[in-house]
């Protein structure tokens, strides 16, 4: 294989702060390297050195041998390197032939003046989605594609632009497992055209799916490199926390109180299955199922978003209980944390203070004006309860990182004192270590009496972390499980065979 890229001895401080100490990383020409760290461990700040983003302090990188030096991300991509972020960037109202080959459209001589070779650029299109397994018009409309094939159109931009390296940072997050599937198959692809590709994911069990080689970051530093065939999630999570797999969720007291909560004939689907169940104090109850089976809905149901459930019979805290709306659901103590964090769960550019008190508005009332001291108090408590990292509550909660920006919506309900708490994906783009804190959170609270339903298509988050689970197929319940159970246990209850019931 031929070296593609080496960075050496990169070093980077902030405020002097060091965040990059002496870092390495080598990237061969066909390979797909992983590069994986907890929060702070220097990802972003790397990627963003690569990419032209930032300036390095120290250090050298080559690429295919020759040094480099990127002033801006423009140098970068000239030099063939594309970093494709989380954030799908592509213009919906745009072809996807204009999408590919924006700012470098294909032209041709006209009477007076040059014209955009349409034709050539529909052509070019057209054969570059194709080598991608994409088989679309070239003149569809980018905004009509789903999640995954915009994404398809963003790699065939950075292939038209004669890229070398790719960076991916989180490309599966919000995708379903067949939509990771192609894509996996578009990264062979690039892989076999000799293209790198550095691969950054919270997720290890995609890592080890689709990568050859991991590199381990942890407090800005190389903590790890390890062939992927021949490493073991243990030993990778050992080099990014410096503590074992087994650590990373707490123990299962298993004691629960009083039911808090119980539903009868919730149907999911469009009336294709019913589910009945109960939630206790001071129990965690997870909801297991692929994508489609129903899940998603029933988190939305219980809190109201869905409105009234013809046909559901529900009780809370002994009370009938009819969701209507989420105002109501949050009067009779629910709480609710969304998938998407950053589309339903946070206002970016307010404050952390703005953002947990936000739905107790009334609480910090005094006349006409609001009580800033009592929300500083009471914000301050969950940000040392929790333990998130922040300057202070008067930060964007936008600075944050993603899993400080999932505590902060956790403490937004505890200080409203729920008695029951719904977490849809609670570690979504999480990295393992702020997983690790959330989970801790989670299970000191329910020892405390809270109930939580955990609602998650990650087998092995709900595996190792709830008391009791239930599995969805199809809209209904495939099969019930006590904390023990293993991922495959879950996956196979969630996959029956065509035509079962």
């Known amino acids: 294989m031929r070296r593609l890229l080496e960075m050496t001895g990169i070093a980077k401080s902030f405020g002097g702060v060091p965040v990059l100490t002496d870092v390495s990383l ?4 066909g390979e797909v390297l992983a590069l994986l760290g907890a929060n702070g461990a220097g990802k972003s700040t790397l990627v963003r050195i690569l990419s032209g983003a930032l300036q390095r302090d120290g250090g050298s990188i080559f690429l295919d041998g020759e040094p480099v030096a990127f002033d801006r991300p423009e140098d970068a991509i000239r030099a063939g390197l594309r970093l494709l972020p989380q954030e799908i960037s592509v213009l919906p109202a745009l072809s996807v032939a204009e999408n ?59 292939l038209a632009g004669h890229a070398r390296v790719l960076v991916l940072d989180e490309p599966t997050a ?22 790198g590709i550095i691969y950054i994911s919270h997720y290890l069990d995609e890592v080890f799916a689709v990568s050859d080689s991991i590199a381990v970051l942890r407090d800005g530093r190389n903590a790890g490199r390890f062939a992927t065939r021949e490493a073991s999630h243990e030993a990778v999570v050992l080099a990014m926390l410096g503590v074992r797999m087994e650590g990373l969720y707490p123990p299962v007291i298993g004691s629960s109180g009083e039911e808090i909560c119980s539903v009868e004939r919730l149907g999911l689907r469009g009336g294709q299955g019913e589910l009945s169940f ?6 965690m109850l ?20 869905l409105g009234p459930i013809p046909g559901a019979s529900m009780r809370l805290k002994g009370a009938p209980y009819r969701p209507i709306d989420p105002r109501t659901a949050q009067a009779r103590g629910i709480g609710f944390v969304a998938a998407e964090r950053k589309e ?3 206002i970016p550019d307010l404050s952390l203070r703005e953002n947990i008190t936000l739905p107790f508005l009334s609480r910090y009332r005094d006349g006409l004006a609001l009580s800033r001291e009592r929300q500083r108090a009471d914000v301050k408590h969950w940000i040392e309860r929790l333990d998130i990292r922040t300057r202070s509550g008067e930060q964007p909660i936008r600075l944050l990182s ?45 020892a405390r009496g809270l109930g939580v339903l955990v609602i998650s298509a990650d087998a092995e988050e709900i595996a190792g ?37």
């Open 174 to 195: 919000a995708l379903t497992e067949s939509e990771i599937r192609r894509l996996f198959r578009v990264i062979a692809t690039l892989r076999a055209q000799s293209v």
């Open 26 to 29: 080598t990237l061969e020409a």
């Open 344 to 346: 339903e769960g946070i």
């Open 286 to 305: 997870g909801m297991f199922g692929l994508i489609g089976s129903g899940i998603e809905m029933v988190g939305r149901a219980l809190y109201g978003a």
């Open 402 to 446: 993603g899993g400080n920006q999932q505590k902060a919506c956790l403490a937004r309900w505890l200080i409203g004192g729920m008695h029951l708490l719904i977490l849809e994906e609670p570690t979504r783009g999480v990295d393992v270590g702020a997983r690790r804190e959330i989970y801790a959170a989670l299970r000191t609270l329910v």
């Open 100 to 158: 590919i080959f924006m700012g470098d459209l294909p032209m041709a001589r006209g009477r007076l003046l040059p014209r955009v070779d349409r034709t050539r650029m529909r052509a070019e299109a057209r054969r570059l989605l194709t080598e991608l397994g994409l088989e679309v018009d070239p003149d569809r409309l980018v905004g009509s594609l789903s999640a995954p094939e915009r994404r398809i159109v963003e790699i065939a931009r950075a």
């Open 465 to 501: 972390l709830v008391d009791r689970v239930l599995v969805l197929a199809r809209g209904r319940l495939a099969g019930e499980f006590a904390h023990g159970v293993t991922a495959a246990q879950l996956l196979d209850a969630a996959s029956p065979a065509v035509g079962a019931a």
């Open 278 to 283: 109960q939630i206790r104090a001071g129990e």
